[in-house]
């Protein structure tokens, strides 16, 4: 909680900055500054916060913040997938993971210990303090090549106001391989997914000819029942792999 | 609207948000907390690339979309891993009745 | 300075499907697996006739697979459509050349086998999806080599590890196999968040995702117009190269081997350490040789050392640490896993040498050469694992004891396969680890890089790596039969040794059989596709023949691959 506190004073704090220092720059960046520092304290709320559920409630938070953001960039479509994706299906597949790993109410405190933190915050600071060099030294392109991208320029300026009917097209056409292959790649991890969750017994068990009951269906809504399913029947002893 | 932001701005919030996804997946213990860093570092990626996308300079002769189409099909791979990982971690604390990656500890390493 | 238009946007005529056929086929073939199982054959039978038939039903689905990628192969297919050597085949997204024309009849043939070594033993509940994840983790592992562009490389990364993670876990009522996948998986996905954020700056260095673009990008922007920024192509070129080192399992992304490689059931195991390598280094090799050929070395423009100085030292402590650590494991299957961490180093070796070498292709070729052979004998020793780990009940390197007098072929088969694994001379192990390594020595075309210590520690290694490997021979040979030793060997390890230790004899004895046709595809590997110019229809003779590539169709047609087919049946 106390890191609750502390984003709100973290956009009282940016807002003031916003009022000093911005104004003469556009409302623009007052409103970047304000949403990107609550983003990056919902992330360090994210990962310091000892209560796993208060951590994912900062990471939902931290994914609207996300969209907000490509609000900003112009790309409302995939804010819009963004909240949809990651706060409607992530999110929620994260709590359900908590929570049925958790005891339900998820209040498991984790130990946190200096020692495995110290190297870790060193480590993650020096890549930081790296990454902000990098992006300081980011050249511009320069002046011919940026003249020769014009069209590409153009294009994107023009696409900008119909990107759902162009990013399908896009997506049908020039992508369509990535398209198909992630495609592909969601059935494996939904098949895949269905059939860890699946409770079974031991392999004798199924080879005795006595088939075990459930195992038919393959749709998602059979993976969050089964997942459901898991906590009430985890004491079973045959759940209990050896 | 947009131009109003610099490119440098999204790209440092982008690099602090990864570095603190990062260092989550270095100090967690919990599987489930490491799949949310993991998280945090995919969504700084996004951002990074929808960043660049809008207010870089393309290649010359670049398609409109590239960026975008990058960051939704990182939106569904990331989507893809999460289901899988919370699968498998159901799986590990159905064993272990516990959720501590420190605590599985079946082999040597 | 005039303007490039925007490459048009088109759907892939039926012609570029036709390429794609073996893909697709492995993708629909997963799909009537998984079909078969739950809709006909689970619930009605016992478990061992369901793995029976899906295993078989598996087995056509890949020999038909691997029959469509060798017709491929077959002279003038190539040759007579020349969409496959440009920009526009599928958008760009993805090359079919000699290169990856050859190299899928490998990676495919590494899946029959796999597949046949799946049959061998019941070891999972879900067999229908056991069998469609090894297909379409397949499917991702091909279209990883064919990639030519950023996302479709990391979609199709992503498919293969998601697709393996998942194998990994598989294993009905094993505590460790479920350890090993969450393991992996948790490993893996830091890995690519780190290789994704890499390319999310490549891509943003360069305003495209195109590989060869990306180079060209970069090659114009080194020399003329100055957007090499130092930090900037430095920590890019880093977070990349640390995705591809956990892909590899090169030194300081190792730590998931040894568990994974012990926890997954023993036909995962092989797939993970021949399919996933294999494609994971050719990626690598495309990824760095097209896109980042301009960071190899410091130009001064850079002020990180470069890849070939970075991957120098990867290789050598990846060998030193594998082979120190393979010194002191008692169990078979966690010695192959730090063996084969080892023999990433090596492989990275031949990375380096291509990025230095004079001879770019020659080195190429020498590095999928050790691809293709070490595969194979990864393979055939994972099937002994295998063995060990079901009909004895364990994997100590002990419980192989006294092998070589009651099971001689065998035996034989799995010396053969060691013996190659150190390098010794008339086999396939030893002529790829010796065409690297002068390849290394051979660097003198690129501004004199010494990599002679590099070959120095690579050679002492493979003098460490005979001791532990000579572990297993004595055990094999000298020791007296133990009792468990007695049990039959069901006949798909034994084709699977078989099959490994003829290959590995016969590109040891006759390695050009090999070679030529792998050097070829290393031309093709390593010459990016020629820019879009002017939009469909293509014209036929100016795309093909470049000055890059001057007998591009022509030459690499020639040879048809007796190589794999050979592996394969």
């Known amino acids: 909680m106390l890191l609750l506190m502390l984003v709100s004073a973290g956009m009282l704090v940016a ?51 996300v969209a907000c953001l490509f609000i900003m960039l112009e790309a409302e479509f995939l804010a819009v997938m963004q909240v949809l994706v990651f706060i409607g299906a992530v999110a929620i597949l994260l ?136 906590t009430h029947s985890s004491s079973r002893p045959d759940l209990v792999s050896p | 609207m947009s131009q109003d932001v610099p490119l440098n701005w999204y790209l440092i919030v982008a690099a602090c948000v990864f570095v603190i996804g990062l260092f989550g997946v270095m ?46 099909l990182v939106i569904a791979v990331a989507a893809a891993e999460v289901a899988v990982g919370i699968a498998l971690i159901l799986v590990c604390y159905r064993v272990w009745k516990s959720a501590d990656v420190d605590r599985y500890d079946s082999m040597l390493g | 300075m005039p303007t490039v238009p925007v490459i048009p946007s088109v759907w892939p005529s039926s012609s570029e499907w036709f390429f794609l056929s073996p893909v ?65 085949f599928f958008n760009g997204t993805i090359a079919f050349d000699a290169a990856s024309a050859l190299l899928q009849v490998v990676g495919i043939g590494f899946l029959v086998l796999v597949i046949g070594l799946s049959m061998t033993w019941v070891f999972t509940n879900e067999q229908g999806e056991y069998y469609a994840l090894l297909f379409w983790s397949a499917v991702g592992m091909i279209l990883m080599i064919e990639a030519e562009e950023f996302m479709t490389l990391f979609v199709a990364l992503e498919t293969m590890t998601i697709s393996i993670y998942i194998l990994t876990g598989l294993e009905t009522g094993s505590k460790r196999s ?86 997954a059931p023993a036909p995962v195991t092989a797939w993970i350490a021949s399919g996933s390598k294999f494609a994971s280094f050719i990626a690598m090799i495309k990824v760095l040789m097209l896109a980042l050929g301009t960071w190899s070395v410091d130009t001064g423009h850079l002020q990180s050392p470069g890849w070939v100085v970075i991957l120098s030292i990867l290789a050598a402590v990846s060998m030193t640490y594998g082979n120190l650590a393979a010194l002191g494991q008692q169990n078979f299957k966690r010695m192959l896993a730090y063996s084969s961490i080892a023999h990433s180093g090596y492989l990275l070796v031949g990375v380096v040498a291509i990025g230095v070498s004079s001879q770019r292709t020659e080195a190429t070729g020498a590095v999928l050469y050790y691809l293709c052979t070490y595969g194979l ?61 002068m390849e290394a020595l051979n660097a003198g075309g ?66 050009t059989a090999l070679l030529d046709p792998l050097g070829g595809a290393g031309i093709s590997l390593l010459t990016s596709p020629e820019p879009a110019s002017s939009g469909r229809p293509v014209d036929s003779n100016g795309i093909t023949q470049s000055a890059t590539v001057p007998e591009n169709p022509a030459q690499t047609q020639v040879p048809v691959a007796p190589a794999p087919s050979a592996s394969a049946r």
């Open chain 2, 27 to 72: 100090t967690r213990r919990n599987p489930i907390a490491v799949l949310m860093s993991i998280e945090l570092m995919l969504n700084a990626s996004n951002l990074n690339i929808l960043a660049f996308w809008r207010l870089g300079t393309p290649n010359p002769g670049e398609a409109p979309l590239t960026g975008v189409v990058f960051t939704a």
């Open chain 3, 24 to 88: 697709l086929l492995m993708a629909f073939w997963g799909v009537l697996v998984l079909m078969l199982d739950v809709l006909v054959l689970r619930n009605r039978t016992l478990l061992s006739t369901r793995a029976k038939w899906l295993g078989l039903t598996s087995l056509v689905g890949a020999l038909a697979a691997l029959g469509l990628a060798v017709g491929l192969l077959w002279p003038g297919v190539l040759a007579t459509d020349v969409l496959s050597a440009n920009e526009e």
């Open chain 3, 377 to 437: 004998a990864t393979l055939g020793t994972f099937a002994v694992a295998a063995w060990l780990a079901h009909d004895v009940g364990s994997d100590q390197i002990d419980d192989l004891n006294g092998l070589g007098f009651r099971r001689p072929v065998p035996a034989f088969c799995l010396a053969i396969l060691l013996l190659s694994l150190i390098g010794v001379p008339p086999l396939a192990g030893f002529f790829g680890k010796m065409l690297m390594f």
């Open chain 1, 95 to 230: 709590m359900f993971g908590i929570m049925l790993t958790q005891d339900v109410q998820g209040d498991q405190v984790e130990a946190h210990s200096v020692l495995r933190r110290l190297p870790a915050a060193i480590v993650a600071i020096g890549l930081f303090v790296m990454l902000a060099v990098a992006v300081q030294q980011r050249p511009d392109f320069s002046k011919a090549r940026t003249e020769r991208a014009a069209p590409s320029v153009a294009a994107r300026e023009r696409v900008l106001n119909q990107m759902p009917q162009e990013l399908g097209l896009d997506l049908m056409q020039r992508w369509c391989l990535p398209f198909e292959l992630v495609g592909l790649l969601l059935t494996a991890s939904l098949v895949g997914a269905v059939a860890l969750a699946q409770p079974v017994g031991s392999l004798s068990a199924g080879s005795d000819g006595t088939p075990s009951p459930g195992s038919l269906t393959e749709t998602p809504e059979h993976l969050s029942r089964e997942v459901a399913g898991g």
């Open chain 3, 446 to 511: 690129n501004g004199g890089i010494a990599l002679t210590w590099l070959v120095v520690v690579a050679l002492l290694n493979s003098v460490v790596s005979a001791f532990y490997y000579v572990r297993v021979l004595k055990a094999l040979y000298l020791r007296q039969p133990g009792p468990a030793i007695g049990k039959s060997f069901p006949s798909g390890v034994i084709w699977t040794l078989v099959i490994a230790a003829v290959a590995t004899v016969g590109f040891g004895l006759n390695p």
């Open chain 3, 178 to 263: 479920s350890e090993a996948a969450l393991k992996y998986l948790i490993y893996g996905s830091a890995a690519s968040a780190l290789f994704l954020f890499g390319l999310s700056w490549v891509y943003g260095l360069t305003g495209t995702t195109r590989l060869a673009a990306v180079g060209r990008a970069l090659v114009e922007s080194r020399t003329v117009e100055g957007i090499g920024g130092q930090w900037t192509s430095g920590l890019a070129l880093l977070l990349v190269l640390a995705g591809f080192g956990f892909k590899v399992a090169s030194v300081p992304f190792h730590q998931w081997t040894p568990d994974v490689y012990e926890g």
């Open chain 1, 15 to 65: 807002g003031l900055w916003e009022i000093l220092i911005f104004r003469e720059f556009g409302p623009m960046r007052g409103v970047f500054v304000q949403i990107a520092g609550a983003a990056v304290l919902c992330a360090v709320g994210t990962v310091l916060a000892r209560n796993l559920i208060h951590s994912a409630l900062y990471l939902v938070a931290f994914f609207f913040l």
